[in-house]
């Protein structure tokens, strides 16, 4: 991987804005690393072979609302 669009699907998202699954699952993973959650977005899902979009959706929206509580409690102002 050499930092190219294309080498890494959530580097595509984050730092290209390149469109990469859906439109609401790139805006989640976005969320979640603006969270600081990229370490458990890839050891949640399996980001080379990502499930069925409702699914990858849901389990998205889980994760990033579970970040967003616990960056609230440590004091975080979202």
Known sequence: ?????GDHPIADIVLHQHPTWFPLADDLVREIVELGGRQALEAEIDIWKPPPTAELES?????????RSEA???GWEL
């Open 59 to 67: 389990r998205l929206e889980s994760l990033r609302d579970r970040l």
């Open 72 to 74: 609230k409690a440590r």
């Open 1 to 5: 991987m050499n930092g190219k669009p």
